[in-house]
């Protein structure tokens, strides 16, 4: 399996609707761009331009966003989750994820396998304040019990100083640290998905 057929979708949980700049956002186009120097298709969206309904089913009614964007994370083989830190936690958007992610423990494929294995996860935080291993060890385990695969150092993120105003988007240059962690989480989520697409899990 070549891994230009691979395919890649983010999902951003800033706070902030488009088309307003968000630094979760930024960080996961980095990825992006890392993903796409190695053949992979992607796309990305917002949880917050979208109504996605409180819930842990995979369709809440009539109006939920919620099914529309399963459908892409289903159509991916790479799962990019982006989140900014509040208050040392994940944005309440990126729970919701997990939450409405949740319904999936009960989905299975053809081979009654959990309908997320093979599928590869990688997490991006930004913030202003400590709390970036705590976050990503919240979306991990998370993602790692729906069935999403975690490669080694699937993770990139940058935290400012505690208390002050500077954003990861007010950068005038990406750190050296960040840049190479970005790489290195890119890298790894695709030798880890074109791995999976030739020996997927095994049936129970």
């Keep these: ?14 706070l902030t609707p488009s088309p307003e700049a968000s630094s979760s956002e930024l960080l996961a186009r980095q ?22 309904r409180p819930g842990v089913q995979i369709d809440m009614g009539a109006g939920d966003g919620w099914p529309g964007i399963r459908e892409q994370i289903l159509a ?20 919701q994820v997990l939450e409405r992610l949740d319904a999936d423990l009960a989905s299975t494929d053809d081979a009654g396998r959990p309908i997320m294995f093979d599928k590869v996860a990688v997490v991006a935080v930004v913030g202003n304040e400590d709390g970036a291993h705590k976050v990503t060890a919240d979306l991990f385990q998370g993602l790692n019990d729906v069935g999403f695969t975690i490669p080694a150092q699937g993770v990139t993120y940058w935290v400012g100083e505690a208390m002050q105003s500077k954003d990861f988007k007010d950068l005038e240059q990406v750190p050296d640290a960040i840049a190479s962690a970005t790489a290195t989480a890119a890298r790894n989520a695709v030798h880890a998905a074109a791995n999976l697409r030739k020996n997927p899990y095994p049936a129970g």
């Design 31 to 52: 990825v992006l761009t890392q993903l796409e120097g190695h053949g992979v298709s992607t796309s990305l969206m917002r949880v917050v331009d979208h109504n996605v």
């Design 1 to 14: 399996m070549d891994d230009s057929e691979l395919k890649a979708f983010a999902l951003v949980c800033t």
């Design 76 to 95: 991916a083989d790479i799962f990019v989750l982006a989140t900014p830190i509040w208050m040392g936690h994940p944005a309440s958007l990126a729970q």
